[in-house]
């Protein structure tokens, strides 16, 4: 049996911490004479109370979690925090039901940024604001975990990141304290650094701080309706910029920060990510200047496209226009690049750069050892050698993330949603992008009006994105539980 | 170098036999005193004379093929026979361009089904059987390939069936010849029966002809612009059975006809098969009796369902009626089941059972060894050791499948297709299935009207789908030349 008390314990640690943060809505709402802080502060209450009680009744001397320890502590906190996050959109405005508030606060936690809540201008700003809180933490609780974590449990060949210096699988937890300090200090700084900028390319305080906390978790939340639709111009070069940095390996950002920039400038992962991303933008705006009549300055049109393909590459998700304007092949763009994603080691979502990479090297390989089955080949990414174990590992996480969506979309249709809404929205989940398209999509992108049954499959589906799949399908092994 | 002498040879001879098969449509086109007939005749002479002397002038002492030549003559073959039936199509009836005659040609060889005739009721009815004979030829080049080669090859983990009997590298040619005469008469005999069956359910001679040689090709040419919709009734169940037939191992069919039932009622592709067929059909019919307003017999409703599952199941691609009438999910579960496909070794095309099922074993292999990393697991097949190397070799191929798929949509898009058409159009090029739709598609489903480059794109993929990628990719690596 495994012992559950060191991760009860941590989770309860983890939610109290959570709970903690509901102090700055409830600052706000009151400062702005909204009644919804009091919800806020009984939420906190209850919550720091409860995990207080949890944590204390859980404390056990364990100083390293096993492997089993270590699945369940990734897949519980996804579990269990998205209680937490919707109690105050639950009791307090807008007042959702379980359904709806579990749904908004795994879409935050996930960083997916899709919302169930059917007009966002009137909400109070606190609770739009623990909305984006809800972001900004599962970004940061991401990165731990992609460093931390995934390595060790070699979690679709994320061990080929195990020598960057991490971990060997008993010091886990001390080693990740001190990285989840360090990552902390990057991400607030940066989170800092796109505050300030937002400011000067002139948003409100309480605008470019909410914006900031969803851009550099590439969440894509906005407390506008017409999401970034307001903040065209500046801003959107701004946006563009630290969704980039938030999706490029924060152990890169790490070592630049320490004066050492050769490891960013020579990281293939990053040089394809952005040169992937110059050619989606150069192909969108090449066909919107020859096939769509344009009415805007070309460099206008440059900065949309850049801004819009940058927010769904790195599966951030925010919108400054109409996509669908665009024309038919600019969204088939988008709905690829949404399914390639970011850099490992980030808070970006989806496959990610470097399994393409590894993918195609596995493919290379396999077509010469048709033809010439008796040769080994070494393949290598990056200068480093490829191990066979990584290869295989790639190959089944992209395998089983097909699959998925392909059952999520089936599932949808299930429900009744149109075939696009269920395509989209599967698409969305698995790669927790943000934007969904359909009949059945109100005119904010909100998902109100879906189903039940879809908005419980979306919740899966982004649970399940977000863990990288394998390390909650792991879980489902009788032989799991028996230690 | 590679000595294309032997691999231009037995592309001739072949190039010589389909000429051959001309007769046949100049035969009925003069009974029916079309004039078309005088232009099957000079396609004959011209196709015959041609490739006699091509394979005259090539002749050889090679008693067996390199695996290079066994890669060259594949794609060889499937790149110069559309050349060949696309003669009678330019120069007689119905006067297609180039680029729609190879379409047409590559639809027929591929056994895919799509149709670039603006107009088929008008057709001579030469031309149309043509359209059939090349189904008819492609499916049966299909089958011996994918026996013959491809586990010779070790195209997308086909090795797994070398032992099915069929060779050594050295014994290619030879055992070829052998089992190509036997898979003839196996094949010869299903299109008898079918034909004589769909008399016995009320076609014509020549309607029963026509369709039984693109029924056992799971083809999908008609020659009516209805496709299958004057036909509803025991015609429905006639092809759904021989489509079953056609897309099920041709080995255990050959072992069925001595005497030996048990491979075939133990292949657990087969059941697996039949059991997905199963459980679509409930789930369509299910969801039409209870969402759809259904004013037909419900007898009549699970003969049309059955038979529209099995046809884009098995990858016919017939239509006997309009599917998008059944409502979103019927169209979802359609979508996938073309992505699944038949059985391997038979004319059926896709990414077909044998493969998901090793990518189960093979996730779920992968999920354990992420739990306990030193135990080692074997995976089994049907009571068959999978080896290391059909399990990488599968999942290359899937990988490599997904991807294509993905550019292909991307690429249809790119020459303005609507995003609905290019995805279809990707699905049904790429696992060889049939039907299209979209604001561009016509009312017969006919492709006349798209774009040159996506015609061209779709043969491409067509081909490349055909050919399970990795033969045709292989070609592609500059060592591949070098010999
Ligand atoms: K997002
Ligand atoms: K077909």
Same mark, same amino acid.
């Given at each position: 049996?495994?012992?559950?008390?060191?991760?009860?314990?941590?989770?309860?640690?983890?939610?109290?911490?959570?709970?903690?943060?509901?102090?700055?809505?409830?600052?706000?709402?009151?400062?702005?004479?909204?009644?919804?802080?009091?919800?806020?502060?009984?939420?906190?209450?209850?919550?720091?109370?409860?995990?207080?009680?949890?944590?204390? +009744?859980?404390?056990?001397?364990?100083?390293?979690?096993?492997?089993?320890?270590?699945?369940?502590?990734?897949?519980?906190?996804?579990?269990?925090?998205?209680?937490?996050?919707?109690?105050?959109?639950?009791?307090?405005?807008?007042?959702?039901?379980?359904?709806?508030?579990?749904?908004?606060?795994?879409?935050? $936690?996930?960083?997916?940024?899709?919302?169930?809540?059917?007009?966002?201008?009137?909400?109070?700003?606190?609770?739009?604001?623990?909305?984006?809180?809800?972001?900004?933490?599962?970004?940061?609780?991401?990165?731990?975990?992609?460093?931390?974590?995934?390595?060790?449990?070699?979690?679709?060949?994320?061990?080929?990141?195990?020598?960057?210096?991490?971990?060997? $699988?008993?010091?886990?937890?001390?080693?990740?304290?001190?990285?989840?300090?360090?990552?902390?200090?990057?991400?607030?700084?940066?989170?800092?650094? =796109?505050?300030?900028?937002?400011?000067?390319?002139?948003?409100?305080?309480?605008?470019?701080?909410?914006?900031?906390?969803?851009? =550099?978790?590439?969440?894509?939340?906005?407390?506008?309706?017409?999401?970034?639709?307001?903040?065209?111009?500046?801003?959107?070069?701004? +946006?563009?910029?630290?969704?980039?940095?938030?999706?490029?390996?924060?152990?890169?950002?790490?070592?630049?920060?320490?004066?050492?920039?050769?490891?960013?400038?020579?990281?293939?992962?990053?040089?394809?990510?952005?040169?992937?991303?110059?050619?989606?933008? +150069?192909?969108?705006? +090449?066909?919107?200047?020859?096939?769509?009549?344009?009415?805007?300055?070309?460099?206008?049109?440059?900065?949309?496209?850049?801004?819009?393909?940058?927010?769904?590459?790195?599966?951030?998700?925010?919108?400054?226009?109409?996509?669908?304007?665009?024309?038919?092949?600019?969204?088939?763009?988008?709905?690829?690049?949404?399914?390639?994603?970011? =850099?490992?080691?980030?808070?970006? =979502?989806?496959?990610?750069?470097?399994?393409?990479?590894?993918?195609?090297?596995?493919?290379?390989?396999?077509?010469?050892?048709?033809?010439? %089955?008796?040769?080994?080949?070494?393949?290598?990414?990056?200068?480093?050698? $490829?191990?066979?174990?990584?290869?295989?590992?790639?190959?089944?996480?992209?395998?089983?993330?097909?699959?998925?969506?392909?059952?999520?979309?089936?599932?949808?249709?299930?429900?009744?949603?149109?075939?696009?809404?269920?395509?989209?929205?599967?698409?969305?989940?698995?790669?927790?992008?943000?934007?969904?398209?359909? %009949?059945?999509?109100?005119?904010?992108?909100?998902?109100?009006?879906?189903?039940?049954?879809?908005?419980?499959?979306?919740?899966?589906?982004?649970?399940?994105?977000?863990?990288?799949?394998?390390?909650?399908?792991?879980?489902?092994?009788?032989?799991?539980?028996?230690?």
């Amino acid at each position: 049996m495994i012992d559950l008390r060191p991760v009860i314990n941590l989770i309860a640690r983890i939610g109290f911490v959570l709970g903690l943060m509901m102090a700055l809505p409830a600052v706000i709402d009151y400062q702005a004479r909204d009644p919804n802080w009091v919800r806020m502060v009984q939420s906190m209450l209850i919550v720091t109370v409860l995990s207080a009680l949890i944590a204390t +009744a859980s404390r056990s001397r364990a100083g390293s979690l096993t492997i089993e320890q270590s699945f369940l502590l990734t897949s519980g906190l996804w579990l269990v925090l998205p209680l937490i996050g919707a109690l105050p959109l639950m009791l307090g405005a807008p007042k959702l039901s379980f359904t709806d508030a579990y749904f908004e606060s795994m879409s935050g $936690l996930t960083t997916t940024g899709t919302t169930a809540i059917p007009k966002l201008d009137d909400l109070p700003p606190g609770a739009n604001m623990w909305r984006a809180i809800l972001q900004w933490s599962g970004g940061l609780g991401i990165v731990v975990v992609a460093m931390v974590f995934l390595p060790v449990m070699k979690v679709g060949g994320m061990q080929f990141f195990r020598s960057e210096g991490f971990d060997t $699988l008993g010091k886990v937890l001390p080693r990740a304290g001190q990285i989840a300090a360090e990552m902390t200090w990057l991400y607030l700084g940066i989170t800092i650094a =796109c505050a300030v900028m937002f400011i000067a390319s002139g948003m409100s305080f309480y605008d470019a701080l909410l914006h900031a906390l969803t851009t =550099c978790s590439t969440g894509g939340f906005s407390n506008y309706d017409a999401s970034f639709g307001g903040f065209i111009g500046p801003a959107e070069w701004v +946006a563009s910029l630290f969704m980039v940095l938030a999706s490029i390996p924060f152990v890169r950002m790490i070592q630049a920060t320490r004066g050492d920039f050769v490891p960013l400038w020579r990281d293939t992962q990053v040089r394809t990510y952005l040169r992937w991303i110059f050619y989606s933008v +150069a192909v969108i705006v +090449a066909y919107r200047m020859l096939y769509i009549h344009q009415t805007m300055h070309p460099w206008d049109t440059v900065r949309e496209t850049t801004f819009n393909v940058i927010t769904i590459f790195s599966g951030t998700g925010f919108a400054s226009t109409n996509v669908l304007e665009w024309g038919h092949l600019p969204f088939v763009v988008l709905f690829c690049v949404g399914l390639i994603g970011g =850099c490992t080691g980030s808070t970006g =979502c989806s496959v990610k750069i470097f399994r393409y990479q590894v993918l195609f090297e596995a493919i290379r390989a396999q077509i010469r050892r048709m033809q010439s %089955p008796h040769r080994l080949y070494s393949l290598r990414l990056s200068g480093k050698r $490829l191990e066979h174990d990584v290869v295989y590992s790639v190959m089944a996480f992209f395998t089983m993330f097909v699959l998925t969506f392909g059952l999520l979309i089936v599932g949808l249709a299930l429900t009744g949603l149109h075939p696009k809404t269920a395509l989209t929205g599967a698409w969305t989940a698995i790669a927790n992008i943000g934007p969904v398209w359909g %009949p059945e999509v109100s005119y904010n992108g909100s998902i109100a009006s879906f189903p039940t049954a879809a908005k419980w499959l979306m919740t899966l589906g982004m649970y399940l994105g977000r863990l990288e799949l394998m390390s909650v399908f792991v879980l489902l092994l009788p032989r799991f539980w028996r230690g």
